[in-house]
């Protein structure tokens, strides 16, 4: 039975082998990367799919999340894009801090912003909403390397101890390493894929403060009262959303229902005292956004802000935009729009 299989694969290849090479040549084309993302426009994902709230209410409106659609580049996608109007490309550079950086120091920055942003949301949430949150795990990890450093420290990687003291917070680090002497080497007692390995680092002086050459960020964790669940895909990364969604926790936690049954869409970070961040692609989001028929936008104060009125009247989009500073800040300025 094998044999007969065989001998009718290659009596096939035989006669079709210029379809098959087609058909490889093709392969390629379509799947080969390039050095680029290719953004393909915007759209809405409803937070109450994403989060999920022990006891919560029901909500009369909506609050989405705004995202931008973004392919890898593959030859097939980058020639499209100098036929498709609405594909754009970026530089893969444009998303790193030096050329050293990989794509896959992308896809790990992506992932603990994402992270990092929903736990922020958590905590602001919970704190306005005068809900009970404690402090569950806490992580420090390397989020980015300068050209200064001396070290064979990774992205991605996750910092134990300096020297065998146990590293807690990044305060803790940095009061430490001020500690320590100029061109001193530390050891640094790292993990990475459930891997411990140990690395070194040296110690230099700029304008009084010790520095190794990195970049770290805080991933801090929550035990909650009432409980809550948080779900993404996969392929979802970043932190923009993370605004909306201490809005959305915010929403599920209170008897008010903030969105008066509004359809509220919006974008920008948040970090643990409320403050809400800039993000990239606003013209995108909020193109989303009126595509779906939300009555406000919520973008983040400044260039973001400026460039999502400059879209509205270059576009004439009937939105209602509302620039945001703080957690706070928005909360009044929803309960002011009838």
């Known amino acids: 039975m094998i044999k007969h299989t065989l001998k009718n694969i290659k009596e096939y290849v035989k006669q079709e082998w210029k379809f098959l090479i087609v058909l490889l040549v093709t392969f390629i084309i379509c799947t080969y990367p390039v050095d680029y993302y290719i953004i393909t426009g915007g759209g809405t994902i409803l937070a109450k799919d994403r989060v999920e709230v022990k006891g919560a209410k029901k909500s009369k409106g909506t609050i989405s999340l705004t995202y931008v659609k973004e392919l890898k580049g593959t030859i097939a996608t980058y020639l499209l894009s100098y036929i498709v109007p609405s594909y754009e490309r970026e530089k893969v550079e444009e998303y790193t801090y030096n050329e050293n950086e990989t794509i896959e120091d992308i896809d790990f920055r992506n992932i603990i912003q994402l992270r990092t942003a929903n736990n922020s949301a958590i905590k602001v949430a919970y704190e306005n ?3 009970t949150l404690k402090e569950k795990n806490k992580g420090i990890y390397v989020y980015y390397i300068d050209k200064k450093a001396d070290t064979n420290l990774k992205i991605g990687d996750k910092i134990v101890e300096i020297n065998g003291k146990k590293i807690e917070s990044f305060k803790e680090l940095r009061n430490y390493i001020n500690k320590l002497d100029n061109n001193s080497e530390i050891s640094i007692l790292i993990e990475n894929n459930n891997k411990k390995e140990t690395k070194t680092a040296k110690i230099y002086e700029e304008k009084g403060n010790k520095y190794i050459g990195v970049s770290l960020i805080e991933d801090i964790t929550y035990k909650t ?17 993370g605004f909306m969604m201490s809005l959305e926790i915010y929403n599920q936690l209170t008897k008010k229902d903030i969105t008066k049954g509004r359809k509220i869409a919006g974008t920008g970070t948040i970090d643990y005292e409320g403050n809400i961040g800039e993000i990239d692609g606003i013209k995108y989001k909020l193109k989303g956004a009126v595509k779906k028929k939300s009555s406000i936008f919520i973008a983040p104060t400044g260039r973001n802000y400026k460039e999502a009125l400059k879209e509205k009247k270059k576009h004439g989009y009937k939105i209602k935009i509302i620039e945001g500073k703080t957690f706070k800040q928005v909360l009044k300025e929803l309960d ?3």
Not at 225 to 241: A, D, L, Q, R, V
């Open 129 to 131: 909403a005068g809900k």
């Open 225 to 241: 009262k009432p409980k809550i669940n948080i779900k993404y895909k996969k392929s979802e990364g970043g932190p923009s959303g």
């Open 336 to 338: 002011k729009i009838k």
